[in-house]
């Protein structure tokens, strides 16, 4: 979809590369990608809009939210997202509905909130619930086949955790925001291994070379850790001139050696969106402030 009264403007610069503007009727330059230009995914729950961006910042496919906090593209063309944080939903290319889990209340009442979530390859859903503390493996009926607890000190249905991610070896590596560290647990809720980050983290990858790598939420940083717990590549707002890293969500290390940033919260002046080379420099990154916000926090390559 392209919003009325605006200019596509392309802009070779000097490395080879392009990039994308959209200027709208008021002056103001709806979006820009700097590098070359690239389909991906985005949520913002300030401007309450999930999409899909084409290359030439186009929107293909756009639902409308309230609260996001983790989505996935799955292979068969449907969406597995949040429209708010009580709930999965499984959506079709069309944006219908297919499939609904809704995580309801702690048997005392309380409420459950949902922030990570996966779709496994046997067909069941990976479920993190922050309030009772523990991940939920669902069957396609909604039925509850596993329930592995996690170890929070105090619960809190909106700080338990962030995202968890499934590793090969079939372990859970789990950010808990509220207690700032990462930890790995074993498919029966054992802790095998824990990194202390100090932040209110957002994410954790393991990486094929059997490191972490970790968005560090309010650190407004990105780091790589090895099994021994040692920093072997670190990211900060003073290696990227003219950028400020804000509250770092989501991280990915993308198969051509750079990493992807998500750079929530950091000021309409800065990118939303980041791929930052292992030498540190920039070489892709997005910003559009018109129709996405200062709270993207989901977002991921598509191409």
Known sequence: MRIPSCQWLYTRIAIGSV????????????AQQTGIGR???AADYEKKLAAVVEADNSLSWQIPIRDIHDAQRLPNGRWLLQTNFFEVVELD????????????????????????????????????ESGTSRIVIVNPDKTVATSIPLKVEQADPHRDTRLVRLTDKGTYLVAHESQ?????????????????????????????????????????????????????WELKSEDLPGVKLGWITMVDRLPNGDTWIVNCHAGPDQPQILEVSPDKKVVWSFHDFKRFGNSLPVAFPLD
């Not at 990039?19 to 709806?30: E, H, Q, T």
């Open 19 to 30: 990039c994308v503007f959209l200027w709208c009727g008021d002056g103001i330059a709806a």
């Open 39 to 41: 389909k991906f995914f």
């Open 93 to 128: 290319d069309q944006g219908k509905e297919v499939w609904r889990y809704d995580a309801g209340k702690t048997t005392d009442g309380a409420r459950v909130e949902i922030h990570a979530f996966r779709r496994l390859a046997n067909g069941q859903t990976m479920i993190a």
């Open 180 to 232: 700032r560290l990462v930890r790995e647990y074993a498919a029966d809720g054992k802790v095998i291994w824990e990194y202390p980050v100090g932040t209110q983290l957002y994410s954790a990858v393991r990486l094929a070379n059997g490191n972490t790598l970790i968005g560090t939420g309010d650190g407004n940083r990105v780091i790589e850790v090895t099994p021994e717990k040692e920093i072997i």
